[in-house]
């Protein structure tokens, strides 16, 4: 399952809310889609309902614990089939041309490493983040009520904050990290982050894993642009000026 957040313009107004990526690559509203499903079930006030079993925010999923978890994987199955029959309406499932995936936990509880130190919450960015510096990226870890994991997500440590990738996933991601910028290549698996014992986490709390041991790329210029990427997401970012180093020019 994968889990972000997205907005997207609805005549004058936006619509931000906690999306799904179905397998048609189209983002699944899962409030909407929630309300819906309680309505055809004859449930009585259905919006209001469906704003406290599936929220259109993630960190208020995750605050939510197992029981929120399973709904929202519940209204996903639905959405799934729903599309699979093709009449799935785009104002409950926009395209990804018509919507900007936001950071998968754009204001979480708290920010850290895993050595502790605390970093600020409230500067995280995602896609199309500038960075300040070269790219040391990694993974980061979300906490569920009740103390366990709900996920992980792409993420590197960039000017006292975070980026985070737009997804989400549930499940610990198989494969290998990826960094690109130009024709330049680097990686490695992603097995190295497993086994790490992990503190015991607040709900939307995020912790920064240690970043990946990898070798700089060669040729960054400012403007240049840098792709991270794993099996369940790609971030794409732009070097700054500020993060050109000179021995890299």
Request: proline share 9%.
């Amino acid at each position: 399952m994968l889990l972000g957040t997205a907005v997207w313009a609805e005549g004058p107004v936006e619509r931000r809310a906690l999306v799904a990526r179905l397998a048609s690559g189209r983002l699944a509203d899962l409030n909407r889609i929630e309300a819906i499903r309680l309505r055809k079930l004859g449930e009585g006030d259905p919006e209001r309902l469906a704003e406290a079993l599936v929220p259109p925010s993630l960190r208020r999923v995750l605050e939510g614990g197992a029981r929120a978890f399973a709904r929202v994987r519940q209204t996903l199955a639905y959405a799934e089939k729903w599309d699979r029959r093709g009449t799935l309406p785009g104002t409950l499932a926009p395209g990804l041309e018509s919507a900007d995936l936001l950071p998968c936990l754009p204001r979480p509880a708290s920010l850290r490493r895993l050595d502790g130190l605390s970093l600020d919450r409230l500067t995280v960015r995602g896609p199309g983040a500038e960075l300040s510096a070269p790219p040391l990226p990694g993974l980061a870890a979300l906490g569920l009520a009740g103390g366990s994991l709900a996920g992980y997500c792409l993420a590197l440590e960039d000017g006292g904050g975070a980026v985070l990738g737009a997804w989400m996933t549930d499940e610990w991601p198989r494969g290998h990290l990826e960094l690109r910028a130009g024709a330049a290549r680097r990686s490695m698996p992603l097995k190295v982050w497993e086994g790490l014992e992990l503190p015991r986490l607040r709900p939307g709390e995020v912790l920064l894993l240690p970043p990946a041991k990898l070798r700089s790329l060669p040729g960054l210029a400012a403007g240049a642009e840098v792709r991270l990427g794993a099996g369940f997401d790609e971030l794409h970012l732009r070097l700054g000026p500020e993060g050109v180093h000179p021995t890299v020019q």
